[in-house]
């Protein structure tokens, strides 16, 4: 599970551990490792290390202080580094003497915007490499137009130094010029941008280096899931199981203007996991066409005992679809709601009324459901996400390129897909069956809707695997998916 910190948690267990060690000894610790991944980098790329040439952006802080010190031990294995200044007269001072003390060249930004051909002003034409120093932790807003002009004529690739200089580190926005590397190498612990859309875009690959905050940072602010975490959560059938022992899906979900939806959501509650699913609406023949397994009838009322019911998908904001709702919310097992029920929930407050206290309830809005629901989400989409779980008791999952799901007790997780395979129609019916599969199964709210997000992501990539994929595909991937976890049968 990779654990992420805001960056005034970060700072603060920096200020702990910095009053224990020698000045300076962080700065160097953290700058090595940027300038040994530069090197990797540098020989991948051109076959070599020394005669290669590399420019450092360095701006007003620390952060160009570890681009000046990066540039010092590059200079120790025979990289020609030239540092371009953004604030000549705030460079940190002892970053900048080693530089020199190494052999390394100093320019101001003004020498290399002024277009003299000399050596020296070519510095970003003629590099192999850039490491951006511009700003890390002190980051507000976009790149200012003096370093915005410096980036544009870069063509290098960039390892960033903490993080893509222009971003938000605390949200991921990205509200103006900002850089785009191929690594960055961060320092103690990931911060948000390194996972939140759109920042984690500009990121390339993260290396996270040891700088001993981990005792001071105490619990994070959110989480990450990785494979294992997936698998280790993945209902699997034990020996002694039967089909209804493992927990019955009921999908209350489209109707006869949209029966593919239906289709789609008992689809993916199909694919999850074994067991059997019960499907209730207007699309009951569609349905059991598709899958014969699968008992359909045309209302709530004739549809027996389910242990979560999946709602929303392709139901309509008519008063039939209303009721259903009502009736799923009073059935006392975990709901999860989609699509329209998330819109009849913002429109109708009388609807949480039918639910019974306690019961979960997953919610998963994009954004525009979530402006009804909650109002608008601005930039910090985790904080939006967090106040809605509180406020609707319930978990809360905003799609998005970063999915990001808040439990009504402040636990956040985060997935982030750098791909869009995901975003096409009939898509979010899927997840619902996801997640109604896995909360039938008992698996605890955050969690079912988390592995579903992270599940839904690998088999759009499966599906697609680098083509177009409809809805119906990523479904069908889903089994593929789960065999990729290799988990534990
Ligand atoms: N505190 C520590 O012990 C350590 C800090 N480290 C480095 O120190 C960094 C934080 O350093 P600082 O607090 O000095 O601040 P920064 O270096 O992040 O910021 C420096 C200055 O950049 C300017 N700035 C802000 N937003 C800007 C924008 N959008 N465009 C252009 N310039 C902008 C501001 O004038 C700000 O004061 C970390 O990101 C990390 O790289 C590392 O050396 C590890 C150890
Ligand atoms: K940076």
């Given at each position: ?185 961060t320092f103690g612990a990931y911060k948000p941008l ?141 709901v999860i709601a989609d699509a329209d029920a998330v ?92 997640i109604g599969a896995l909360l039938a199964a008992g ?47």
């Open positions: 599970m990779r654990e992420v910190w805001t960056t005034g948690r970060i700072r603060a267990a920096e200020d702990v551990v910095l009053a224990r060690t020698q000045p300076g000894a962080l700065m160097r610790r953290a700058a090595f490792a940027v300038s040994v991944h530069a090197a990797r980098m540098l020989r991948e790329r051109s076959g070599r290390v020394a005669g290669c040439r590399v420019a450092l952006l360095v701006g007003a802080g620390n952060n160009g202080g570890d681009a000046l010190w990066a540039g010092a031990f590059l200079r120790r294995r025979g990289v020609g580094v030239t540092a371009v200044l953004l604030a000549p007269d705030k460079t940190h001072t002892e970053g900048l003497a080693a530089l020199r003390r190494a052999g390394g060249r100093v320019v101001t930004a003004a020498d290399v915007s002024s277009e003299r051909s000399d050596g020296d002003s070519n510095a970003l034409a003629t590099a192999d490499l850039v490491i951006d120093g511009i700003v890390g932790l002190a980051a507000r807003g976009g790149l200012r137009p003096d370093a915005a002009a410096l980036v544009e004529r870069v063509t290098a690739p960039i390892i960033a130094v903490d993080l893509p200089s222009g971003v938000d580190p605390d949200t991921g926005a990205v509200t103006g010029p900002a850089v785009a590397a191929a690594a960055t190498v390194h996972v939140l859309a759109p920042a984690a875009s500009r990121c390339g690959e993260v290396h996270l280096i040891d700088i001993g905050l981990r005792p001071e940072l105490g619990e994070p602010d959110f989480r990450v899931l990785d494979p294992g975490d997936v698998a280790a959560r993945l209902p699997l059938p034990k020996p002694a199981d039967d089909k209804y022992t493992q927990g019955v899906v009921g999908v209350a979900a489209g109707g006869s203007t949209y029966p593919g939806a239906a289709v789609l959501t008992t689809s993916g509650a199909v694919l999850t996991k074994s067991g059997m699913v019960r499907y209730a609406g207007s699309a009951a023949d569609v349905v059991r066409a598709r899958w014969p397994e699968v008992i359909a009838t045309g209302s709530l009322s004739d549809a027996g005992r389910v242990q979560a019911w999946v709602t929303g998908p392709g139901l309509g904001t008519a008063s039939g679809a209303r009721e259903t709702v009502r009736e799923v919310l009073a059935a006392d097992v975990p819109n009849l929930l913002a429109a109708h407050p009388d609807l949480w009324d039918a639910r019974e206290p306690g019961t979960p309830l997953v919610l998963t809005p994009h954004e525009r459901e979530f402006a009804r629901l909650a109002g608008d989400i601005g930039d910090d989409h985790v904080a939006a996400v967090v106040a809605a779980a509180k406020r609707c008791d319930a978990v809360v999952l905003l799609k998005g390129h970063s999915t990001v799901i808040a439990d009504q007790d402040g636990r956040v997780l985060v997935h982030y897909t750098g791909r869009a395979w995901p975003a096409t129609a009939g898509s979010g019916d899927v997840l619902s069956g996801i698996v605890e709210p955050l969690f079912a809707a988390g592995c579903a997000a992270w599940l839904h992501d690998s088999a759009a990539a499966i599906a697609a695997s680098g083509a177009p994929t409809p809805a119906s595909l990523i479904a069908e991937a889903i089994p593929a998916a789960i065999r990729a976890l290799e988990p534990k049968t």
